[in-house]
């Protein structure tokens, strides 16, 4: 086999897969998607119909959509807010324990040197004379 009978091997292969290859393309044009094609316009009318009948059913959830995302968009902005108020809180929360602890230090105080004062207060009283002996109190 020489280089001619080789190339021409080849070149009749080729012809005869490319042929084969549109046969097999034109059987799908015409036996498969031939009716199917010819089926879709059997149905234009209700096809047309329904594209009608879209523009009633779509066009209200078309213009809710904007709304409801403007909406969805204002309750992402107040959970933000929200949380953000919540880490306000923390802060404010530790403050106010603070303020709470003191608070309870000062009661402790006083329930425990009210009396201890009160005793000191009366020692006091009875070392001073009375009132119209002022200028001879001590």
């Known amino acids: 086999m020489n280089t001619t009978q080789y190339a021409e091997f080849f070149r009749g ?9 549109t046969c097999v393309l034109l059987y799908l044009v015409v036996k498969v998607w031939q009716p199917i094609w010819t ?28 709304l409801i995302l403007g909406e969805m968009d204002a309750m992402r902005n ?9 880490k306000n ?3 404010i929360t530790q ?7 003191s608070v309870d230090k000062m009661a ?4 425990n040197r009210m009396g201890a004062m009160a005793g000191e207060m009366n020692q006091i009283n009875d070392r001073m ?3 119209t002996m002022l200028p001879f109190n001590w």
């Open 129 to 131: 004379s009375p009132a």
């Open 13 to 21: 292969t080729f012809y005869l897969s490319a042929t084969i290859t």
């Open 39 to 66: 089926h879709g316009f059997d149905n234009f009318d209700d096809i047309s119909y329904a594209i009608g009948r879209l523009d009633k059913t779509a066009k209200p959830v078309a213009e809710m959509a904007p």
């Open 95 to 101: 403050t106010v324990s603070m303020m709470n602890q």
């Open 78 to 86: 107040s959970m933000y807010e929200m949380q953000r108020s919540m």
């Open 108 to 111: 402790w105080v006083l329930e």
């Open 89 to 91: 809180m923390e802060s």
